[in-house]
C-alpha cells in the first residue's frame, strides 16, 4: 500500500451511541482504493452499525445520527441518504437476498434501474409508460458480470439457479449502479457475509471475483467469520470488539488463532463465588441428543450430538446462523426434526410439542413476542395457560365440566410477580404493555408453573437492559439450585454463558464442535466459533 | 371530564358510539315525526331476538383466528334441512322447533368439520374462501331442494308434486313457539321473552365454555397460534372445533330467526345472511380475532335497531324508505373498516 | 436438466394437475352438448356473442394479478361507474358509437376516483386484497343506490322522464339502451355460414390484448410485476409499492368501466340495480375456468375460459331439463359450478402456497439425512 495516496474512505473518531447505550467508541480506520478490507467480530460488536453509519441508513439518522467525521477522497462528507453513498461509488450487498424470484438475472440486475425508450403513451401519462430498452438492460448486465468474471446466465430465472448464483447476481447488481447518469464508477463495495450460504467452490469462485475487482482498483470491505477466507484473500485485516477496533493490521503471517484471540479475547475475570464444581461423575445423563436434525429457517441443524447430565447447567453457543437456535426449537417441536433424542431413558417423540411438554420438558423461546406470549392477554393467563393445558393444574371441577379456577391462577401469577420482581400495574395488565424484561420475566414465570424436569431456555436476555439481565440469570440459577432442574441456555453472549454455566457447547455449521468446561479461557471458545480447535 | 369522555370514546370506539348516537336520535326524533314508539321497540326486540343467534355464531370462528365467518350459510343449510325434516315429519309445536335443532344437528357437525378442514388447508385465505364455500353450499343445496323427496304438500310445489317451494310458512308447525313463551305485554309493548330466554341459555353456554379448559385453548389459539402450540395445543383440531361450533350455532340461530319470521326461505335465501351477521358483531366491537358476548349483544341491537327505525322514521319524515342502502352502506363500512384497521393487519 | 428424464405418463400427469379446472369443463361441455340437444351453428354464433360481450371485461382483471393483489372482486366498481356514464347519455341522448364514447368519457373519471379509493383500502388490508374488495365492492354499491335511486330526479336533474320512476326522482329499474344496442357489434358486419362475427368489437379486444402485451414491456409494467412477486425487495429497489398497487386498480377499473359499456351494448338493457352485480363474479369464474390462478393469468386463460364457461353456461339449462325434466335444475347447476370453480381455485392456491413451503422444508431435511 501507498501510504502517501489520498485514502479512498477514512472513518476518525467514529463514535455512535443507541439510547445511551455506546456502541461504537472512538473507530479510526483508513481504506485505500483497490484494497480489500476484511471485517470480522463477534454478533453485536458493532460491525453492522458502521456499515449503516457509511451508508446512511435511516436506522441510524433516526436515532440522533453518529459523532466523528467521514472522509471519501480526503473530503469530509455528510451522506443524507444511502443514494449519497451510491453517487459516491459505494455499494453493499446484504446478507439476505433482495432478489425477485421470477426475473431473470439481467432483470434483477438493473431492478429498478431499467434503460428505457420514450413510447407513444410517455407524454400523456409520464415516465412509467415508457418501454424498456432489452438491449441496453442485457449489455449493463453482462458488464457487470463480466467484470466480476464468473459464470452467470443473464437471461436464467433467479428462481432455478443455485445459491451462488444469486449472490453473484447482486454482486452484480452493486457493480451496475455505476452505470447510471450521474452516479461515480463504484469504487468500494460492502459484502456482508457473502460466503456464508455458499458452497466451498462457489466461495472459491467469489474470492476470485473478489481479488479481480480489487486489481481494478475496486475496494472491498469483506465481513466474515470464515477466517481462512479472510485470511485468503484480505489485504488488511480489521477485528472489532464491544464497539471497538481491537486490531488493524497488514495480513501478513497473521494466523487464524491470533484473529480469534482478537475477536472474544476479553478475559474477564468470572466472579469465583459464582463458580461451582459441578460432580459429572454422581449425575446421570438426563438428556441425550443423538444425529439431530432441524429444519429451522437460518438456523439449520445438521448433526447434533450431545448429552446433558441431570442438574447441570448446560451452555450452548456459536455465532448466529450456525444452528444453536436450532436445537431447542427442533426439541421442543416447533420446527420440524429428526433424529434420537432420550429423556431419563426414554425415547422422546420428535414433533410433538404436547408429547415433549408431558415428559417434562419446558421451552423459553427466544422469540418472545412471537412465541412465548399471548400479547393481548392478561399476565394471568401468559403464567398459568401452560400449566393448565398440559398439567391440568388452575382447573377445578364442576360436575364433569373443568373450569378455569381463578382463584388459582390469581394467586400463582401474585407469586411470580413477587417473586420475579415483574412490574406492572395489576396481574389483569396485557403482556404486551410490559417492557422486554418483565417479558422475558413472564416467560421464565410460565415455563416455572409447569414445574419442568428439564427446562430449556433461549437467548434469555436479548434485548433487555443490564439490571434486568442480571436479575434474570441469578433466577435461573437459583431455579437450578433450588430445584435441581437441568437448565440448557443457549446465549449469543459468550460471557453470560461462563458467569453461569457448568460447560458450554460451541455450535458451529449444525453441529457440536466442542464442549468446554465454561472456565476455560474465552480465547478457546473463540476459536470453536470460528471453526478452528481441537474437537473435544 | 374531557378525559373521561376521551377514554370512553376511545374504549367504546368511534364508529358504535355514532352509529349509538344516531340511533338513539331516531328514538328521540321518533314520537315527534309520528312513528308509535311502542310498536318501534317491539320491533327492535323482536328483530334482536331473532338475529342475535347468528350473530354469536361469529363467536367461536373469531375466538380460533379463523376470522369472520363468511361461510354462515352452510350453517343455515343445515337448519333448514332440520326445518324441512321435522315439517316432513309433521311434528307442530315446541317439538317441532326442538325436532328441527335435532335433526340440523348431525348435518352442522358434518358439516361444520369438513369446512373446518378445509379452513386448516388454507390458513391465512379463511374469509374469502369461506365467503364462497358458503355461495357454493347454498347453489349446490338449490339443486337438492329440487330433487330431494319432500312429500309434504304444505312444502312441494302444488302443481309438479315435487321440489321445495321458495317460501314456506312455519305457521302450524313452529311459528312463535319462542316468541309466545312467556311473553309479556306493557301497553304496546311485547317482550318475546321465550326468543331471549334462549338465546341467554346459548349465550351462557357460550360463556361457560370459554371459561373451560379447552375454551382457554380456543382463545389462545386465536390470540397466538404459535404459543399455543407452543404450549401443546394441538391447534388443527381446535380450529375444527370453533368451525364446528359456529356452524351448528348457524343452523340454531336460522330456525329462532324462522320461528319469527314465519317463513322458511329455500333456494337463494341464505345467500347474503352471513353479511348482517358479520356487520352485526363488528358494529358491536369486536375485530377480526376478538369478540365477546358483550360485542354480540350490543352489536346486534345497535345493528338491528338502525334497520328498524330508520324506515319507520325515515318515510315519516321524508316519505322515502332509504333503509336497504343505509343497510348496505353501514354494514358493509362495518367490515371494511375492521378489514382494513393497522392492528390486525400487522398480526 | 431434470426435466429431460421425465417420462410421457408423468409429463401428462403434471400437465393434469396444473390444469384440472380447464380439462373439468371441456369434460361437462363434452357431456352437455349432446344433451343439450343444440345445434353446432347455434352454438358457436352464442360463442361469439359471448366473446364479445365478455373478454373486454375479462382482460380488465389480468393488471392487478400482475401487481400481485389477486383477483380483482372490486371490478364492478368500474361496472357501476360505466352505468352512471350510460345512464347520463340516455338522459342526453346521445346515440350510436358517439354515445358510447360519451358514456366512457363520463365513467372515465368516476372510475379512476372510485379505483384510487378502492387501491388506497387495500394497500390498508394487505394480504386480504380480495376479500376487502369483495366487500368494497358491495359498499359501493350502497353508494351507487343513493345516487341512482334517491339523488337522480331529485338532486341531479334528470330531463327525459322515460329514465325516471314513476314516484318522480330515482332511475328505473331496466333502461332501455335501444340508442347503442348492438351499435359496436354490427358496425363492421360479417356473416360466414349463419354466424355474425362482430369485427368491430373483436377488434377493440384485439387492440386491449395488444395494449396488455405491450405494457408488460414498460418500465410500469415491470413495476407491477416486482411489486407483486415481492414488495419488500421492489420497496429496497425504490420502487413506490403502494402507488403501483393503486395505479393497477385503477387500470383495471377502468378498463372494467369500458368493457362493462360493451357487455351493455350488446345486451341492449340496462338491469340498473343488478347489472353490476353479477359482473364480476362471472368474469373471474370465466378466468379461473380458463386455467388462470389468483397469482397467474395470461390472455389465453381470458379466450379459453370464455368460450369454457359460457358454453358450460348455454348448454346447462337445457342439458337440465333434457336429463331429469327440469330446466330449472341446469339454471342452479350452473350458478353451483361458477361459485364452486372460484372456490376450487382459491383452495388450490392457498394449498399450494403452503405445498410449496413445505416442499422446501422436505428437501433440506433430505438433505440432512444425507449428510449424515
Given at each position: 500500500?501507498?501510504?502517501?495516496?489520498?485514502?479512498?474512505?477514512?472513518?476518525?473518531?467514529?463514535?455512535?451511541?443507541?439510547?445511551?447505550?455506546?456502541?461504537?467508541?472512538?473507530?479510526?480506520?483508513?481504506?485505500?482504493?483497490?484494497?480489500?478490507?476484511?471485517?470480522?467480530?463477534?454478533?453485536?460488536?458493532?460491525?453492522?452499525?458502521?456499515?449503516?453509519?457509511?451508508?446512511?441508513?435511516?436506522?441510524?439518522?433516526?436515532?440522533?445520527?453518529?459523532?466523528?467525521?467521514?472522509?471519501?477522497?480526503?473530503?469530509?462528507?455528510?451522506?443524507?441518504?444511502?443514494?449519497?453513498?451510491?453517487?459516491?461509488?459505494?455499494?453493499?450487498?446484504?446478507?439476505?437476498?433482495?432478489?425477485?424470484?421470477?426475473?431473470?438475472?439481467?432483470?434483477?440486475?438493473?431492478?429498478?434501474?431499467?434503460?428505457?425508450?420514450?413510447?407513444?403513451?410517455?407524454?400523456?401519462?409520464?415516465?412509467?409508460?415508457?418501454?424498456?430498452?432489452?438491449?441496453?438492460?442485457?449489455?449493463?448486465?453482462?458488464?457487470?458480470?463480466?467484470?466480476?468474471?464468473?459464470?452467470?446466465?443473464?437471461?436464467?430465472?433467479?428462481?432455478?439457479?443455485?445459491?451462488?448464483?444469486?449472490?453473484?447476481?447482486?454482486?452484480?447488481?452493486?457493480?451496475?449502479?455505476?452505470?447510471?447518469?450521474?452516479?461515480?464508477?463504484?469504487?468500494?463495495?460492502?459484502?456482508?457475509?457473502?460466503?456464508?450460504?455458499?458452497?466451498?467452490?462457489?466461495?472459491?469462485?467469489?474470492?476470485?471475483?473478489?481479488?479481480?475487482?480489487?486489481?481494478?482498483?475496486?475496494?472491498?470491505?469483506?465481513?466474515?467469520?470464515?477466517?481462512?477466507?479472510?485470511?485468503?484473500?484480505?489485504?488488511?485485516?480489521?477485528?472489532?470488539?464491544?464497539?471497538?477496533?481491537?486490531?488493524?493490521?497488514?495480513?501478513?503471517?497473521?494466523?487464524?488463532?491470533?484473529?480469534?484471540?482478537?475477536?472474544?479475547?476479553?478475559?474477564?475475570?468470572?466472579?469465583?463465588?459464582?463458580?461451582?464444581?459441578?460432580?459429572?461423575?454422581?449425575?446421570?445423563?438426563?438428556?441425550?441428543?443423538?444425529?439431530?436434525?432441524?429444519?429451522?429457517?437460518?438456523?439449520?441443524?445438521?448433526?447434533?450430538?450431545?448429552?446433558?447430565?441431570?442438574?447441570?447447567?448446560?451452555?450452548?453457543?456459536?455465532?448466529?446462523?450456525?444452528?444453536?437456535?436450532?436445537?431447542?426449537?427442533?426439541?421442543?417441536?416447533?420446527?420440524?426434526?429428526?433424529?434420537?433424542?432420550?429423556?431419563?431413558?426414554?425415547?422422546?417423540?420428535?414433533?410433538?410439542?404436547?408429547?415433549?411438554?408431558?415428559?417434562?420438558?419446558?421451552?423459553?423461546?427466544?422469540?418472545?413476542?412471537?412465541?412465548?406470549?399471548?400479547?393481548?392477554?392478561?399476565?394471568?393467563?401468559?403464567?398459568?395457560?401452560?400449566?393448565?393445558?398440559?398439567?391440568?393444574?388452575?382447573?377445578?371441577?364442576?360436575?364433569?365440566?373443568?373450569?378455569?379456577?381463578?382463584?388459582?391462577?390469581?394467586?400463582?401469577?401474585?407469586?411470580?410477580?413477587?417473586?420475579?420482581?415483574?412490574?406492572?400495574?395489576?396481574?389483569?395488565?396485557?403482556?404486551?404493555?410490559?417492557?422486554?424484561?418483565?417479558?422475558?420475566?413472564?416467560?421464565?414465570?410460565?415455563?416455572?408453573?409447569?414445574?419442568?424436569?428439564?427446562?430449556?431456555?433461549?437467548?434469555?436476555?436479548?434485548?433487555?437492559?443490564?439490571?434486568?439481565?442480571?436479575?434474570?440469570?441469578?433466577?435461573?440459577?437459583?431455579?437450578?439450585?433450588?430445584?435441581?432442574?437441568?437448565?440448557?441456555?443457549?446465549?449469543?453472549?459468550?460471557?453470560?454463558?461462563?458467569?453461569?454455566?457448568?460447560?458450554?457447547?460451541?455450535?458451529?455449521?449444525?453441529?457440536?464442535?466442542?464442549?468446554?468446561?465454561?472456565?476455560?479461557?474465552?480465547?478457546?471458545?473463540?476459536?470453536?466459533?470460528?471453526?478452528?480447535?481441537?474437537?473435544? | 371530564?374531557?378525559?373521561?369522555?376521551?377514554?370512553?370514546?376511545?374504549?367504546?370506539?368511534?364508529?358504535?358510539?355514532?352509529?349509538?348516537?344516531?340511533?338513539?336520535?331516531?328514538?328521540?326524533?321518533?314520537?315527534?315525526?309520528?312513528?308509535?314508539?311502542?310498536?318501534?321497540?317491539?320491533?327492535?326486540?323482536?328483530?334482536?331476538?331473532?338475529?342475535?343467534?347468528?350473530?354469536?355464531a361469529m363467536?367461536p370462528m373469531i375466538?380460533s383466528g379463523c376470522g369472520l365467518n363468511f361461510g354462515l350459510p352452510l350453517g343455515i343449510i343445515s337448519g333448514l334441512l332440520?326445518?324441512?325434516?321435522?315439517?316432513?315429519?309433521?311434528?307442530?309445536?315446541?317439538?317441532?322447533?326442538?325436532?328441527?335443532?335435532?335433526?340440523s344437528t348431525p348435518f352442522a357437525l358434518l358439516a361444520g368439520y369438513g369446512y373446518g378442514k378445509l379452513l386448516n388447508k388454507v390458513k391465512?385465505g379463511e374469509m374469502m374462501i369461506a365467503t364462497y364455500v358458503g355461495f357454493s353450499s347454498v347453489a349446490f343445496m338449490?339443486?337438492?331442494?329440487?330433487?330431494?323427496?319432500?312429500?309434504?304438500?304444505?312444502?312441494?310445489?302444488?302443481?309438479?308434486?315435487?321440489?321445495?317451494?321458495?317460501?314456506?310458512?312455519?305457521?302450524?308447525?313452529?311459528?312463535?313457539?319462542?316468541?309466545?313463551?312467556?311473553?309479556?305485554?306493557?301497553?304496546?309493548?311485547?317482550?318475546?321473552?321465550?326468543?331471549?330466554?334462549?338465546?341467554?341459555?346459548?349465550?351462557?353456554?357460550?360463556?361457560?365454555?370459554?371459561?373451560?379448559?379447552?375454551?382457554?385453548?380456543?382463545?389462545?389459539?386465536?390470540?397466538?397460534?404459535?404459543?399455543?402450540?407452543?404450549?401443546?395445543?394441538?391447534?388443527d383440531a381446535i380450529r375444527t372445533l370453533s368451525v364446528i361450533m359456529s356452524t351448528w350455532l348457524g343452523a340454531?340461530g336460522i330456525?329462532?330467526?324462522?320461528?319469527?319470521?314465519?317463513?322458511?326461505?329455500?333456494?337463494?335465501?341464505p345467500?347474503?345472511m352471513a353479511?348482517?351477521a358479520?356487520?352485526?358483531?363488528?358494529?358491536?366491537?369486536?375485530?377480526?380475532?376478538?369478540?365477546?358476548?358483550?360485542?354480540?349483544?350490543?352489536?346486534?341491537?345497535?345493528?338491528?335497531?338502525?334497520?328498524?327505525?330508520?324506515?319507520?322514521?325515515?318515510?315519516?319524515?321524508?316519505?322515502?324508505?332509504?333503509?336497504?342502502?343505509?343497510?348496505?352502506?353501514?354494514?358493509?363500512?362495518?367490515?371494511?373498516?375492521?378489514?382494513?384497521?393497522?392492528?390486525?393487519?400487522?398480526? | 436438466?431434470?426435466?429431460?428424464?421425465?417420462?410421457?405418463?408423468?409429463?401428462?400427469?403434471?400437465?393434469?394437475?396444473?390444469?384440472?379446472?380447464?380439462?373439468?369443463?371441456?369434460?361437462?361441455?363434452?357431456?352437455?352438448?349432446?344433451?343439450?340437444?343444440?345445434?353446432?351453428?347455434?352454438?358457436?354464433?352464442?360463442?361469439?356473442?359471448?366473446?364479445?360481450?365478455?373478454?373486454?371485461?375479462?382482460?380488465?382483471?389480468?393488471?392487478?394479478?400482475?401487481?400481485?393483489?389477486?383477483?380483482?372482486?372490486?371490478?364492478?366498481?368500474?361496472?357501476?361507474?360505466?352505468?352512471?356514464?350510460?345512464?347520463?347519455?340516455?338522459?342526453?341522448?346521445?346515440?350510436?358509437?358517439?354515445?358510447?364514447?360519451?358514456?366512457?368519457?363520463?365513467?372515465?373519471?368516476?372510475?379512476?376516483?372510485?379505483?384510487?379509493?378502492?387501491?388506497?383500502?387495500?394497500?390498508?388490508?394487505?394480504?386480504?386484497?380480495?376479500?376487502?374488495?369483495?366487500?368494497?365492492?358491495?359498499?359501493?354499491?350502497?353508494?351507487?343506490?343513493?345516487?341512482?335511486?334517491?339523488?337522480?330526479?331529485?338532486?341531479?336533474?334528470?330531463?327525459?322522464?322515460?329514465?325516471?320512476?314513476?314516484?318522480?326522482?330515482?332511475?328505473?329499474?331496466?333502461?332501455?339502451?335501444?340508442?347503442?344496442?348492438?351499435?359496436?357489434?354490427?358496425?363492421?358486419?360479417?356473416?360466414?355460414?349463419?354466424?355474425?362475427?362482430?369485427?368491430?368489437?373483436?377488434?377493440?379486444?384485439?387492440?386491449?390484448?395488444?395494449?396488455?402485451?405491450?405494457?408488460?414491456?414498460?418500465?410500469?409494467?415491470?413495476?407491477?410485476?416486482?411489486?407483486?412477486?415481492?414488495?419488500?425487495?421492489?420497496?429496497?429497489?425504490?420502487?413506490?409499492?403502494?402507488?403501483?398497487?393503486?395505479?393497477?386498480?385503477?387500470?383495471?377499473?377502468?378498463?372494467?368501466?369500458?368493457?362493462?359499456?360493451?357487455?351493455?351494448?350488446?345486451?341492449?338493457?340496462?338491469?340498473?340495480?343488478?347489472?353490476?352485480?353479477?359482473?364480476?363474479?362471472?368474469?373471474?369464474?370465466?378466468?379461473?375456468?380458463?386455467?388462470?390462478?389468483?397469482?397467474?393469468?395470461?390472455?389465453?386463460?381470458?379466450?379459453?375460459?370464455?368460450?369454457?364457461?359460457?358454453?358450460?353456461?348455454?348448454?346447462?339449462?337445457?342439458?337440465?331439463?333434457?336429463?331429469?325434466?327440469?330446466?330449472?335444475?341446469?339454471?342452479?347447476?350452473?350458478?353451483?359450478?361458477?361459485y364452486g370453480?372460484?372456490t376450487v381455485?382459491l383452495v388450490?392456491?392457498e394449498v399450494?402456497?403452503?405445498?410449496?413451503?413445505?416442499?422446501?422444508?422436505?428437501?433440506?431435511?433430505?438433505?440432512?439425512?444425507?449428510?449424515?
Amino acid at each position: 500500500m501507498n501510504e502517501q495516496k489520498t485514502p479512498l474512505l477514512e472513518m476518525r473518531h467514529i463514535r455512535k451511541n443507541f439510547f445511551g447505550n455506546q456502541v461504537l467508541h472512538d473507530v479510526n480506520f483508513i481504506l485505500h482504493e483497490g484494497e480489500i478490507l476484511g471485517l470480522v467480530g463477534e454478533n453485536g460488536a458493532g460491525k453492522s452499525t458502521l456499515m449503516n453509519i457509511l451508508f446512511a441508513m435511516d436506522s441510524i439518522k433516526n436515532t440522533g445520527g453518529y459523532e466523528g467525521e467521514m472522509l471519501i477522497d480526503g473530503q469530509v462528507v455528510n451522506f443524507e441518504s444511502s443514494l449519497d453513498a451510491l453517487n459516491q461509488g459505494i455499494g453493499m450487498v446484504h446478507q439476505e437476498f433482495s432478489l425477485i424470484p421470477d426475473f431473470t438475472a439481467t432483470e434483477n440486475i438493473v431492478l429498478n434501474r431499467e434503460p428505457q425508450k420514450r413510447s407513444l403513451f410517455s407524454d400523456l401519462f409520464g415516465d412509467r409508460m415508457d418501454v424498456l430498452d432489452r438491449a441496453k438492460m442485457d449489455e449493463i448486465s453482462k458488464n457487470a458480470i463480466n467484470r466480476l468474471g464468473v459464470p452467470l446466465e443473464s437471461d436464467m430465472p433467479v428462481n432455478q439457479m443455485p445459491v451462488g448464483h444469486k449472490q453473484f447476481t447482486e454482486i452484480a447488481r452493486e457493480l451496475s449502479k455505476d452505470s447510471g447518469e450521474n452516479a461515480k464508477k463504484i469504487r468500494l463495495l460492502v459484502l456482508d457475509e457473502p460466503t456464508a450460504v455458499l458452497s466451498e467452490k462457489e466461495a472459491e469462485n467469489l474470492l476470485t471475483a473478489m481479488k479481480k475487482l480489487s486489481s481494478e482498483g475496486v475496494a472491498i470491505i469483506f465481513i466474515s467469520h470464515r477466517l481462512q477466507e479472510i485470511i485468503d484473500v484480505c489485504d488488511s485485516i480489521m477485528v472489532m470488539r464491544d464497539g471497538k477496533i481491537i486490531q488493524q493490521v497488514e495480513n501478513k503471517n497473521v494466523e487464524i488463532n491470533s484473529i480469534a484471540n482478537w475477536m472474544v479475547g476479553r478475559e474477564v475475570a468470572v466472579k469465583e463465588n459464582t463458580k461451582r464444581a459441578f460432580d459429572y461423575d454422581k449425575a446421570p445423563v438426563d438428556l441425550s441428543i443423538k444425529h439431530l436434525w432441524v429444519n429451522m429457517p437460518g438456523e439449520v441443524v445438521r448433526d447434533v450430538n450431545i448429552d446433558v447430565h441431570k442438574g447441570e447447567i448446560l451452555g450452548i453457543g456459536g455465532l448466529a446462523g450456525q444452528g444453536k437456535l436450532g436445537i431447542p426449537n427442533g426439541v421442543m417441536g416447533l420446527y420440524p426434526a429428526g433424529g434420537e433424542v432420550t429423556f431419563q431413558g426414554q425415547p422422546l417423540k420428535l414433533n410433538s410439542p404436547r408429547f415433549l411438554l408431558d415428559s417434562g420438558l419446558a421451552f423459553v423461546s427466544e422469540d418472545r413476542r412471537g412465541v412465548g406470549l399471548l400479547l393481548d392477554e392478561s399476565l394471568e393467563w401468559n403464567v398459568s395457560f401452560g400449566a393448565m393445558q398440559v398439567r391440568d393444574d388452575f382447573l377445578k371441577k364442576f360436575g364433569p365440566i373443568t373450569w378455569r379456577d381463578q382463584e388459582a391462577i390469581e394467586e400463582v401469577t401474585a407469586k411470580y410477580i413477587k417473586d420475579l420482581e415483574i412490574r406492572c400495574t395489576s396481574s389483569k395488565q396485557h403482556a404486551k404493555e410490559l417492557s422486554g424484561g418483565n417479558q422475558q420475566k413472564i416467560c421464565l414465570a410460565k415455563a416455572f408453573a409447569m414445574n419442568p424436569k428439564l427446562l430449556f431456555v433461549s437467548e434469555p436476555t436479548r434485548g433487555i437492559d443490564i439490571g434486568a439481565k442480571q436479575l434474570v440469570l441469578n433466577t435461573l440459577r437459583k431455579y437450578n439450585q433450588e430445584n435441581g432442574v437441568t437448565i440448557v441456555m443457549i446465549s449469543s453472549e459468550l460471557e453470560e454463558l461462563r458467569s453461569i454455566c457448568d460447560r458450554i457447547a460451541i455450535i458451529t455449521d449444525g453441529k457440536v464442535h466442542g464442549i468446554l468446561p465454561a472456565s476455560s479461557p474465552s480465547s478457546d471458545f473463540g476459536l470453536l466459533m470460528v471453526g478452528k480447535g481441537s474437537d473435544k | 371530564m374531557m378525559n373521561k369522555i376521551i377514554d370512553f370514546v376511545h374504549k367504546a370506539g368511534l364508529p358504535r358510539i355514532i352509529i349509538g348516537l344516531f340511533l338513539f336520535a331516531l328514538f328521540v326524533i321518533a314520537p315527534f315525526v309520528g312513528v308509535k314508539l311502542d310498536i318501534s321497540l317491539t320491533n327492535v326486540m323482536n328483530r334482536f331476538g331473532m338475529n342475535c343467534v347468528m350473530v354469536l355464531a361469529m363467536v367461536p370462528m373469531i375466538h380460533s383466528g379463523c376470522g369472520l365467518n363468511f361461510g354462515l350459510p352452510l350453517g343455515i343449510i343445515s337448519g333448514l334441512l332440520g326445518a324441512t325434516l321435522s315439517i316432513e315429519m309433521g311434528f307442530s309445536g315446541m317439538v317441532s322447533f326442538l325436532m328441527a335443532i335435532v335433526f340440523s344437528t348431525p348435518f352442522a357437525l358434518l358439516a361444520g368439520y369438513g369446512y373446518g378442514k378445509l379452513l386448516n388447508k388454507v390458513k391465512g385465505g379463511e374469509m374469502m374462501i369461506a365467503t364462497y364455500v358458503g355461495f357454493s353450499s347454498v347453489a349446490f343445496m338449490c339443486m337438492m331442494w329440487l330433487l330431494l323427496p319432500y312429500r309434504n304438500p304444505t312444502m312441494v310445489w302444488g302443481y309438479a308434486g315435487r321440489g321445495l317451494r321458495t317460501t314456506i310458512s312455519t305457521e302450524g308447525y313452529y311459528l312463535h313457539v319462542l316468541n309466545d313463551l312467556l311473553s309479556l305485554k306493557f301497553g304496546g309493548i311485547v317482550i318475546p321473552t321465550g326468543m331471549f330466554l334462549f338465546f341467554a341459555l346459548l349465550a351462557f353456554l357460550m360463556w361457560a365454555f370459554l371459561h373451560t379448559k379447552t375454551g382457554t385453548a380456543m382463545t389462545a389459539v386465536g390470540s397466538n397460534p404459535i404459543f399455543a402450540k407452543a404450549s401443546g395445543i394441538n391447534v388443527d383440531a381446535i380450529r375444527t372445533l370453533s368451525v364446528i361450533m359456529s356452524t351448528w350455532l348457524g343452523a340454531v340461530g336460522i330456525l329462532v330467526y324462522e320461528q319469527s319470521f314465519g317463513f322458511i326461505q329455500l333456494y337463494m335465501g341464505p345467500f347474503y345472511m352471513a353479511l348482517p351477521a358479520v356487520s352485526a358483531i363488528l358494529i358491536g366491537g369486536a375485530s377480526v380475532n376478538k369478540a365477546s358476548i358483550t360485542n354480540v349483544i350490543v352489536g346486534t341491537f345497535l345493528f338491528q335497531g338502525i334497520l328498524t327505525m330508520t324506515p319507520s322514521v325515515m318515510n315519516s319524515v321524508v316519505h322515502t324508505d332509504i333503509s336497504e342502502v343505509v343497510r348496505i352502506i353501514v354494514s358493509n363500512g362495518m367490515i371494511l373498516y375492521a378489514l382494513t384497521r393497522k392492528s390486525e393487519v400487522a398480526r | 436438466m431434470k426435466n429431460l428424464n421425465i417420462s410421457r405418463a408423468e409429463r401428462l400427469k403434471r400437465f393434469v394437475e396444473n390444469n384440472t379446472v380447464p380439462i373439468l369443463f371441456v369434460i361437462i361441455c363434452a357431456i352437455g352438448i349432446p344433451l343439450s340437444g343444440y345445434s353446432m351453428n347455434y352454438l358457436i354464433n352464442e360463442i361469439f356473442v359471448r366473446l364479445s360481450r365478455n373478454a373486454f371485461l375479462i382482460l380488465s382483471l389480468l393488471i392487478p394479478i400482475m401487481a400481485g393483489m389477486g383477483l380483482n372482486f372490486g371490478m364492478t366498481l368500474g361496472a357501476m361507474a360505466a352505468e352512471i356514464g350510460l345512464i347520463i347519455i340516455c338522459n342526453l341522448g346521445v346515440v350510436g358509437i358517439p354515445g358510447m364514447i360519451l358514456a366512457a368519457i363520463i365513467s372515465t373519471p368516476i372510475s379512476i376516483f372510485l379505483g384510487w379509493m378502492c387501491g388506497n383500502l387495500l394497500n390498508m388490508a394487505k394480504g386480504r386484497e380480495m376479500v376487502t374488495s369483495y366487500i368494497i365492492g358491495f359498499f359501493v354499491n350502497g353508494v351507487y343506490q343513493l345516487v341512482v335511486l334517491y339523488m337522480m330526479g331529485s338532486i341531479i336533474p334528470i330531463a327525459n322522464s322515460a329514465l325516471v320512476l314513476s314516484r318522480g326522482y330515482g332511475i328505473r329499474n331496466t333502461v332501455n339502451l335501444t340508442g347503442i344496442r348492438k351499435q359496436l357489434d354490427g358496425l363492421i358486419p360479417l356473416r360466414i355460414a349463419g354466424i355474425n362475427i362482430p369485427i368491430a368489437t373483436l377488434l377493440v379486444i384485439a387492440l386491449l390484448c395488444v395494449f396488455i402485451l405491450w405494457f408488460r414491456k414498460t418500465k410500469l409494467g415491470q413495476d407491477m410485476r416486482a411489486v407483486g412477486q415481492d414488495m419488500e425487495v421492489a420497496r429496497a429497489s425504490g420502487i413506490k409499492v403502494e402507488r403501483t398497487r393503486i395505479i393497477s386498480i385503477i387500470m383495471s377499473t377502468v378498463f372494467a368501466g369500458y368493457g362493462m359499456i360493451i357487455y351493455l351494448q350488446n345486451i341492449g338493457t340496462l338491469n340498473t340495480y343488478n347489472s353490476h352485480t353479477q359482473v364480476g363474479m362471472f368474469s373471474i369464474a370465466a378466468l379461473l375456468v380458463g386455467g388462470a390462478s389468483v397469482a397467474k393469468a395470461n390472455i389465453r386463460n381470458v379466450f379459453l375460459g370464455v368460450v369454457l364457461f359460457h358454453l358450460m353456461f348455454v348448454i346447462s339449462p337445457m342439458a337440465g331439463k333434457n336429463l331429469i325434466g327440469e330446466a330449472q335444475l341446469g339454471e342452479y347447476f350452473r350458478v353451483f359450478v361458477s361459485y364452486g370453480v372460484i372456490t376450487v381455485s382459491l383452495v388450490l392456491y392457498e394449498v399450494r402456497k403452503k405445498r410449496e413451503l413445505s416442499y422446501e422444508g422436505d428437501e433440506l431435511a433430505a438433505e440432512q439425512k444425507e449428510d449424515k
